[in-house]
């Protein structure tokens, strides 16, 4: 029976944790606000591992990004002294905006659904 939890997800969850709790807690740099750690992959070899973040203002998610890729060595360092590991990824942050196009669709998506139910009589006006 395979694992339903794997190493490197466990690995990812803990260092989700940690390194939101790093964020929030170490990082004083206010170019660095309103984000959300979406997801962590790790690499098998544990060498590397990319942190998608989500910014709410889409606009300063690009200095946002750029910050994190800076005080990677100082979170990565941070890291070490708390989650136990022999090999300590390497952090790499990209930007996540899986909401953004979500809630894009689906406003076409509603958009489309109320075109639909409209009547034909509505349409010719």
């Not at 004083?28 to 790790?42: C, G, L, Q, W």
């Not at 098998?44 to 606009?59: C, P, T």
């Amino acid at each position: 029976m395979p694992k339903e939890f794997s190493r490197l997800d466990r690995i990812a969850d803990v260092m989700q944790k940690e390194i939101a709790q790093l964020i929030q807690r170490e990082l004083r740099d206010p170019r660095i606000s309103m984000m959300t750690i979406s997801h962590i992959k790790v690499s098998k070899d544990l060498s590397h591992a990319k942190v998608y973040v989500s910014v709410m203002h889409e606009e300063k998610a690009e200095e946002t990004i750029a910050t994190l890729n800076r005080a990677a060595g100082f979170l990565r360092g941070a890291l070490a002294k708390r989650i136990q590991l022999r090999i300590m990824p390497a952090l790499n942050f990209v930007y996540d905006d899986t909401n953004i196009r979500a809630n894009r669709l689906s406003r076409l998506i509603d958009e489309a659904v109320k075109s639909d139910q409209r009547t034909p009589d509505e349409e010719k006006e």
